[in-house]
């Protein structure tokens, strides 16, 4: 790294001093769990994104595994989902013994192509978990249609989606029963946590059992109507949460400007893709800037350039199904999924926050031009 370049990270979350006060509220108020900020935070959230109910997790997993849950997949069942997303989408389901069917994905949105999931569908399948990659919505209505048609359950991983519309409404309105996270790189973060919006009284019920170690509505401390989880958001996080979202629409604002900006700098740019455009029923909610890389480019020599340059990036997606764990108990291997495979060799997540300088964007235009010459 050239010693007067200051490093530029892959991510930063927004925070102000309205959250700071949120959660200072809430360290002086004494209740830091099970306490208002929590159903506050889940009423702000679920107006925000037009769903009826929302129950705050732990975390984007937990939410995922409530619902792989609720669907009762259980051992001998298959759970189509993609291989081209973070791990926590294909392993809810293997946490209630189901196999995880990794369908391909469509090469231009990066999410699950329905056709191919059409073609995985067998006797055992009973749930599809359907991801928003980077913030793009994925193909609900056609994916919705195979579900309906087969009887399966559609889980939607919105984990890096909050703000992003399909046909023209936000995702988590229209239902399924969608999962959205708040790690720090998120839109909105709370640390660790995540929700999950449902449009079931009963399910939403439901979720706020299994979160809080089974126990039921109105019963005691030390009863509990079923198995359940410690899967509780705390308030201290759930304050964090509210000063968040209050600011949403400033953060995404700047998140969509800093990727504006990219694509400006980034056009025309022999030797890579920058994400896909906006459609009439696709709007993506700017979670990361992935750029893919022409075949052929060495994406590890690029990667150490801007490295040397104090640049972070990351290998944004490896795919799934060929993580040590997944060969090894599922046997999957090369070709299994070969648009996601070939995909996952290019793609190159470049810095992206709300408070990116576009100097610094401009820094990593110039790098990554010269690195791919
Ligand atoms: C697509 C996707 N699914 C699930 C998760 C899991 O969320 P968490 O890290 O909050 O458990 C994430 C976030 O990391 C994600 O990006």
């Not at 391909?104 to 999410?111: A, Q």
């Not at 399948?125 to 609900?140: E, M, N, Q, R, S």
């Not at 995404?252 to 893709?273: F, H, M, P, Q, T």
């Not at 801007?306 to 795919?319: D, K, M, N, Q, V």
Request: glycine share 8%; aromatic share 8%; with cysteine.
């Amino acid at each position: 790294m050239s010693t007067a370049l200051r490093p530029i990270p892959l991510s930063s979350p927004y925070l102000d001093e309205r959250d700071e006060e949120l959660v200072l509220e809430v360290l002086r108020s004494g209740r830091l769990s099970l306490g208002p900020s929590i159903d506050r935070f889940e009423e702000l959230f679920a107006e925000r994104v037009g769903a009826p109910y929302a129950a705050a997790v732990s975390s984007g997993t937990a939410g995922l595994h409530l619902l792989c849950r609720i669907a009762g997949l259980q051992e001998g069942d298959e759970a189509i989902t993609s291989p081209f997303s973070f791990v926590a989408s294909a392993n809810c389901a293997i946490y209630e013994g189901a196999t995880p069917v990794f369908a391909d994905i469509d090469p231009r949105t990066l999410n699950l192509d329905p056709a191919a999931v059409e073609a995985k569908v067998t006797e055992r399948t009973k749930a599809v978990i359907a991801v928003d990659i980077f913030g793009y919505p994925c193909d609900l209505g056609p994916l919705r249609e195979i579900c309906e048609r087969h009887g399966l359950a559609l889980i939607q991983d919105a984990c890096e989606a909050l703000g992003a519309e399909y046909r023209g409404a936000p995702v988590g309105s229209q239902g399924p029963s969608a999962v959205f996270a708040f790690y720090p790189n998120k839109q909105l973060t709370t640390g660790e946590g995540g929700i999950v919006t449902t449009h079931s009284e009963e399910e939403w019920t439901l979720l706020k059992s299994l979160r809080n170690q089974g126990r039921a509505d109105g019963g005691g401390w030390l009863e509990h109507a079923r198995l359940g989880y410690n899967y509780r958001i705390d308030d201290i996080r759930a304050a964090l949460g509210i000063g968040q979202l209050e600011k949403l629409d400033l953060i995404l604002g700047l998140r969509a400007a800093a990727a504006a900006r990219y694509g400006e700098l980034l056009a025309g740019v022999d030797g890579l893709e920058v994400p896909l455009a906006d459609d009439s029923d696709h709007v993506r909610s700017w979670f990361v800037y992935v750029v893919t890389l022409a075949r052929g480019t060495d994406r590890e020599r690029v990667i150490a350039e801007l490295e040397r340059e104090g640049i972070a990036t990351s290998r944004y997606l490896p795919s799934i199904h060929l993580q040590a764990y997944m060969r090894e108990r599922y046997g999957f291997s090369e070709g299994l999924c070969p648009v996601s495979e070939e995909i996952s060799q290019r793609t190159l997540a470049l810095p992206f926050f709300a408070r990116l300088e576009a100097e610094n964007q401009e820094r990593v235009a110039d790098a990554l031009r010269a690195a791919i010459a």
